[in-house]
């Protein structure tokens, strides 16, 4: 374990943006962002706790063109771009947990997407632990926790001032290794401030047989219930660390094939040429939603595909509270069976 | 405002006592503090959980359009939410006959994005009396004026009291002075034409095409929005800077005549982005050229949905 | 299917050599396409399997997923039946032999051929579905593909005779003695020798038996509706019963995440699933 001093934090930043590109959450506005550090800019880290839109725009951007069109020999072309090195700093561990989960998504035994092992492989994820995590957050509940390593190369902990460095390999081991070295002392107080954090949060839902649950109230009253207030824009599937679905679209005057995210919740999402909608009104699109979330993804790589970061309450134009819904998926279960 | 929750809860038990609606859409308690949801009520027992503060941001006339028109629906309407119903009902969204509206007059939405950014993010509690509303932050209560904290969109309101209540709950609040409005407007007027553009550009930077300004209005309620048409393509999905301007001009130029300055559209931005300065422009031109103001009258249409035979045709060859 | 380095959002270059109407009212036109590279002929063909689809590519029109209407054996060519129902086949519809057109594929499970060794086949299709059933008749057809299956019955039924696909070839495979073909049409018409009615209601006519038998259905929705219960009353159990399913697809290899039925996407579990294994998903079609 490393110490950075906090005051030595932003002249580290700028000497390794020399040899990467530094991307660091910075002030925009009244909310804060993954902006590139540059010797130019003055540099003010923020102190908000999370992003409002996730690092995984880095691996799977809003919009990215995949293939360029060649008018001249009448075909499509290859058009994957190798990034520079890159580093991630600052990263949460709810957000970090989320782009190890859509690895399984995107580097398959069969099919291996291009662009996002690309950019996975040029970029290094240096985290930042939640000392303070926000009403809204709700990372334990689902597996993960305020100073969970995974998808980390490297995790800090602010403790009375000074930034602790954990090392998980050679990468970020190399980037410290000018630092001085915690003692065992400050190792065990660091790990008990972790550990003590972590089991101050509360539990937001059950999970254990909330799969099951939601499987087993597919078809009932449960789903009109909870989306009626829904409005159907894609702000929860946007801001979501989790979410991956993306559309596929012709641009022709820029001659290119781009991918966009796309959100299961607007409704020509699966619109087929026929007029026929699988998924006609909002209660479908949140069942899908949620189901996907809590019951597809557990069959698919046996982990919930929700790192409770939280943004999705938080911005949800009408309040909903994805906590609040599935705690009522319980209740609607033991209402069903007691009737 | 305790006491018109009171007033409230009694009206809807009334109403779904006596079967005059079949159902109630108002507001109900968050399950994340400081955020109340819409809620649709059938039953009085489902009544207990009936809010009504100052953080009831979303514009409930929203919701018309998407229930059957046979549906006789009640609910609480405010000032600009009341207009937002009467332009609904002009374009035929809903019978008038077939809803019940229970008239609060408003003293202005808080703005929550405002209480953020000016105490942090940790807000846990809220509560108003008369003028003066106090958050608790991290365990510290801090006091507010109500005016600092109100949306952008309500410090310029004209008209806080409904229009075509069935029923006031209390008495109607004076008009706002035009100025206000006419102010704002002027502002971005006066700007010239690069930094309109500049300003506009700015703005619509930041936007992430989720749609939640266009699902959040009440007049937003095409089945097929022109941006999901394919042939012809009028905006493309692809996340650039055509695409987005063109989203926010068409967007705002659809809403002519028929937006009645909710704000609920920058309520709804996760990205923060202002966008009233386009509607407010475009409908302060149509008080001004045509003294028509949106959804003041059930019946009236808007100038750009209608015809006269008396309207000038310069425009014709 | 490996992972050879080969993008998988990147088409494949092709081009048409055929392209004749199918159909007397002009909906259904069948394309047979060729490589341009013959390494990714054969690349295609070691992988390929009836019952897979592939996803047809026009830079500035889009892609869209078609079943493969030919077996291996037939050539160096892959046959598409396509139906003029959007924009995207619409244009498809206007191209003719020499015009290019680019393909993913093949993607999907196809049928699982190694499962149905020894058994009694019945294929049963209709209107523009058949054409991956027809794919799979063709394969059985061959002679060294033949010993590895019993019987072979197949129903196909279309709305009119001027809507049946592959009318020439079909009326050979009476001639055969190595297969059972019943057409039909919904409603009488001169000259017409065989059924006549729904096909739930000529399956329960020919009365196909259970025993060592696999079912495969493909056609509209309304048709699988009716026959899937059809054949659940002759006693197959829903472990032999197959069919290939539609959704709306992008990627076609399961990274888009949108053509899933409850767990699995259409894509890359299916597009053919046993009735059992559909059961199990929730109704989310």
């Known amino acids: 374990m490393y110490i950075i001093e906090n005051n030595k934090i932003i002249q580290t930043l700028l000497d390794w943006s020399a040899k990467f590109d530094v991307f660091a959450p910075q002030q925009v506005e009244n909310y804060s962002q993954y902006l590139q550090v540059s010797p130019d800019k003055e540099l003010i880290l923020s102190n908000i706790h999370n992003t409002r839109f996730p690092p995984k725009a880095f691996f799977l951007p809003q919009s990215e063109v995949m293939l360029k069109y060649n008018a001249n020999i009448n ?14 700093f600052g990263v949460r561990p709810c957000d970090a947990k989320a782009i190890k989960l859509l690895d399984t998504v995107f580097c398959t035994e069969e099919y ?64 410290f290794n000018s630092f ?21 949060m509360n539990k937001a839902f059950e999970t254990k047989g909330l799969k099951q649950n939601l499987d087993q109230i597919f078809e009932s009253e449960y789903w009109t219930q909870i989306s009626e207030s829904c409005l159907g824009c894609g ?20 001659n290119q094939r781009v991918r966009n995210w796309d959100t299961c919740m607007f ?27 809590f019951s597809y993804w557990l069959d698919h790589v046996g982990e919930i595909g929700c790192t409770g970061c939280g943004r999705c309450v938080r911005y949800c134009p009408v309040g909903l509270d994805i906590r609040a819904m599935l705690r009522t998926s319980y209740e609607f279960e033991r209402e069903v069976v007691n009737v | 405002m305790l006491d018109i929750k009171t007033k409230l809860q009694n009206e809807i038990s009334r109403l779904l006592d006596e079967n005059l609606v079949d159902v109630f859409i108002a507001f109900k308690k968050e399950n994340s503090p400081l955020r109340p949801q819409p809620a649709f009520f059938r039953n009085t027992k489902e009544l207990a959980e009936l ?114 209540a069935d029923i006031m709950l209390a008495d109607p609040l004076p008009e706002g002075d035009p100025a206000l409005i006419r102010k704002e407007v002027e502002s971005f007027q006066n700007m010239n034409r690069n930094e309109r553009y500049a300003w506009f550009r700015q703005e619509a930077e930041r936007c992430i095409r989720c749609y939640a300004c266009r699902e959040a209005c ?41 937006c009645t300055s909710c704000g609920a559209c920058e309520r709804a931005c996760p990205m923060d982005i202002k966008m009233t300065y386009l509607t407010n422009k475009l409908n302060y031109d149509m008080y001004d050229m045509y003294e028509f103001v949106s959804g003041m009258d059930e019946k009236i249409q808007p100038p750009f949905a209608s015809f006269n035979m008396d309207d000038k045709k310069r425009f014709v060859l | ?36 590279d013959h390494k990714d002929c054969v690349d295609f063909f070691d992988n390929y399997n009836p019952g897979q689809f592939c996803q047809l590519s026009i830079f500035g029109k889009g892609e869209a997923p078609f079943g493969v209407a030919s077996a291996a054996w037939e050539g160096e060519f892959v046959r598409f039946t396509v139906q003029k129902l959007g924009s995207f086949t619409q244009y498809i519809h206007t191209l003719k032999a020499g015009d290019p057109i680019g393909m993913r594929g093949p993607l999907g499970n196809g049928f699982p051929l190694d499962e149905w060794k020894g058994k009694n086949l019945v294929i049963i299709g209709g209107g523009c579905a058949f054409s991956t059933l027809y794919a799979l008749t063709k394969h059985v057809h061959h002679p060294s593909n033949r010993p590895n299956f019993d019987q072979l019955i197949v129903i196909y039924g279309a709305r009119t005779s001027g809507l049946c696909m592959y009318k020439h070839d079909i009326q050979s495979w009476y001639q055969r003695e190595d297969m059972e073909i019943h057409q039909a049409i919904d409603v009488p018409e001169d000259d017409w020798l065989h059924h006549v009615g729904y096909v739930p209601d000529v399956v329960k006519e020919v009365a196909p038996l259970p025993d060592n038998a696999v079912a495969v259905v493909c056609g509209p929705p309304i048709m699988t509706k009716y026959t899937l219960p059809a054949l659940v009353d002759l006693g197959f159990p829903p472990e032999n019963i197959f069919t290939s399913l539609e959704k709306r697809m992008k990627c076609g290899i399961g990274k888009c995440g949108r053509c899933n039925i409850g767990s699995k996407y259409i894509c890359k579990d299916g597009p053919v699933f046993s009735l059992a294994e559909l059961q199990a998903l929730p109704a989310d079609i």
Not at chain 1, 180 to 197: C, M, P
Request: charged residues 25%; aromatic residues 8%; proline residues 6%.
């Open chain 2, 51 to 164: 809010e009504y503060n100052g953080l009831c941001q979303n514009n409930l006339a929203n919701y018309l359009p998407k229930y059957p028109k046979e549906t006789r629906i009640g609910m609480v309407v405010r000032g600009c939410e009341s207009r937002s119903v009467n332009a609904l009902i002009v374009e035929k969204q809903h019978p008038r006959q077939n809803l019940y509206l229970v008239g609060i007059p408003c003293s202005g939405i808080i703005d929550l994005k405002k209480i953020i950014n000016k105490v942090g993010e940790e807000v846990t509690s809220f509560s108003e009396v008369e003028e003066i509303v106090s958050v608790i932050h991290k365990g510290q209560e801090i006091k507010f004026n109500r005016r600092e904290l109100l949306h952008d969109s309500c410090l310029c309101c004209i008209y806080p009291s409904p229009v075509n």
């Open chain 1, 267 to 293: 409704r020509i999402y699966s619109q087929e040429a026929s007029g026929h909608n699988p998924r006609p009104t909002r209660k479908e699109r949140t069942r899908q939603r949620l189901m996907h979330k």
């Open chain 2, 218 to 258: 009440p007049m937003c309620y095409c089945s097929e929005c022109f941006v999901d048409h394919g042939t012809p393509r009028w905006s493309e999905s692809t996340v650039t800077p055509a695409g987005t301007h063109a989203w926010h001009i068409i967007r705002a130029f659809h809403q002519t005549g028929r």
């Open chain 3, 1 to 36: 299917m490996s992972d050879n380095g080969h993008n998988p959002y990147n088409p494949i270059p092709m081009h048409i050599v055929r392209a004749y109407y199918e159909s007397n009212d002009r909906s259904l036109k069948t394309f047979e396409l060729v490589f341009d």
């Open chain 1, 235 to 254: 702000v929860c599937t946007f801001l979501c660390p989790t979410c991956f679905c993306f559309d596929i679209v012709d641009e022709i005057y820029r």
């Open chain 1, 112 to 175: 291996h997407d291009p662009y996002w092992k690309n950019k996975r492989d040029a970029t290094i994820i240096i985290g930042m632990g939640c000392n303070d995590p926000c009403q809204t957050c709700f990372c334990t509940t689902v597996g993960g926790s305020p100073f969970n390593h995974d998808g980390l190369d490297a995790l800090i902990t602010e403790v009375d001032g000074a930034l602790f460095v954990e090392t998980f390999n050679e990468k970020t081991n190399e980037l």
């Open chain 1, 180 to 200: 001085s070295k915690a003692t065992k002392e400050q190792e065990k107080h660091v790990h008990l401030i972790q550990k003590s954090t972590e089991s101050g």
């Open chain 1, 75 to 88: 075909k499509l072309e290859e058009y994957v771009s190798i990034p520079k090195q890159r580093l991630l």
